[in-house]
């Protein structure tokens, strides 16, 4: 069965859902298509920072209702070493703000958003092949052999999807870094015991500790990367947090525990963004390890650039996608590495390097500069 639209969208995350309601918005047409089902996608746990740009994007978009009820807004954050707690505030030393809600519940809205306009979106698809010549998508959904033909091909499927794939290797230049470590995240039904998200180094690895809302709370400890969630009872994950996360005045609350993972670190950059008809987004693109709190966000940034050369139409504005975005991409990959360790303790690490952390966060906490300069990569620069 052959189809026609303008843009193929592969990948209903964050960023192919605001890629086409932004085109819809704008009147152009498009097609999202979804390995997954929609319980699925909708049951992702993932990040939670929304950096100011992307809960503006998000407004100006006509998302903001739930996320203006719901969102936690924080002012600043904590960074917690040698058992004394120390505050950044962003609002004062940038003007901005991070807020917190969780990337399922961004999923959420655009799914409903999607729906409500009547676009196409398809979920269950599956043997999806891009054809970048034609262009074209082929793909079968509900046990029928299709075939979408566009003029744009959004790749938007996440670091293990097709599209980056059917990039030709010697036309792609890919940058990798596997780190000795990773997280081991759990959503316990606890109340948070900050106001703010407290990041944590100690002797024993890293923890941080976030919410998802006033009732739960999100919660993450460094592990081996080889490790089995099976070797983390609650009860001694309860037991690292409250080490890590031990400070002057601080209490942590239990409570039963929902979810548990663990997940690899890694940072990944392919470039260029596009080939041909094909344009890269999101975790397709890139992958960043999440201390910075910049996964999400570095998709919606780049989704907002792919849809105003989209609308636009014009071969100047298709070629500026890749080198605009590649910018900002590259400086988060730097803030995430810089975060990542300096708060980590890497295991093959000794005594120097412990000091050298150690330094670099007093630095931070104790230099307005330094406290500025964390701050504005946090909440997100200028795009």
């Known amino acids: ?99 917190i809600y969780g990337q399922t519940e961004v999923v959420k809205d655009l799914i409903a958003a999607r729906l409500d306009s009547g676009a196409p979106l398809h979920f269950e698809v599956d043997d999806v092949r891009v054809d970048v010549a034609t262009p074209a998508v082929r793909y079968r959904h509900a046990g029928v052999e299709r075939e979408l033909r566009c003029d744009a091909i959004a790749g938007c499927d996440g670091f293990h999807g097709v599209c980056r794939a059917a990039i030709p290797e010697a036309e792609l230049a890919t940058w990798e870094r596997a780190y000795p470590f990773a997280w081991l995240g759990i959503l316990a039904d606890v109340a948070p015991s900050t106001d703010e998200l407290i990041y944590a180094r100690h002797e024993r690895g890293f923890a941080l500790h976030s919410m998802r809302s006033h009732q739960r709370s999100r919660l993450y400890l460094q592990v081996d990367p080889g490790d089995d969630v099976e070797r983390w009872p609650d009860a001694r994950v309860w037991e690292e947090l409250h080490a890590r996360l031990a400070s002057d005045g601080f209490a942590l609350a239990e409570g039963p525990v929902l979810e548990k993972s663990i997940t690899p670190m890694r940072s990944f950059v392919a470039a260029p963004l596009r080939h041909g008809a094909l344009f890269l987004a999101g975790d397709a693109a890139h992958i960043v390890p999440p201390t910075g709190a910049k996964g999400l966000n570095l998709a919606m940034a780049d989704v907002l650039v792919l849809a105003d050369a989209l609308i636009d139409g014009s ?44 330094s670099q966060l007093r630095y931070v906490t104790g230099s307005r500069a330094a406290a500025t300069s964390l701050a504005e990569n946090y909440v997100g620069y200028d795009r």
């Not at 994007?57 to 739930?66: E, K």
């Not at 910018?327 to 810089?338: G, I, P, T």
Request: aromatic letters at 6%; proline letters at 2%.
């Open 315 to 358: 071969p100047a504005a298709l070629d500026a996608y890749s080198d605009r975005c590649l910018r900002r991409v590259w400086r988060a990959q730097h803030f995430s590495w810089w975060m990542t360790g300096m708060l980590h303790v890497d295991p093959a690490g000794d005594a120097y390097d412990a000091e050298l952390a150690r």
């Open 1 to 99: 069965m052959a189809e026609r639209t303008q843009v193929a969208i592969v990948g209903a995350g964050p960023a192919g859902l605001f890629l086409g309601h932004l085109l819809h918005r704008a009147g152009v047409d498009a097609v999202v298509l979804e390995a997954r089902s929609r319980e699925h996608v909708e049951g992702r746990i993932r990040a939670g920072v929304l950096e100011q740009g992307t809960t503006d994007a998000l407004r100006d978009a006509g998302l903001g209702a739930r996320l203006e009820r719901e969102g936690l807004v924080h002012d600043g954050l904590r960074l917690t070493f040698d058992g004394e707690q120390h505050r950044i505030d962003l609002r004062a030393l940038t003007g901005r703000a991070v807020t």
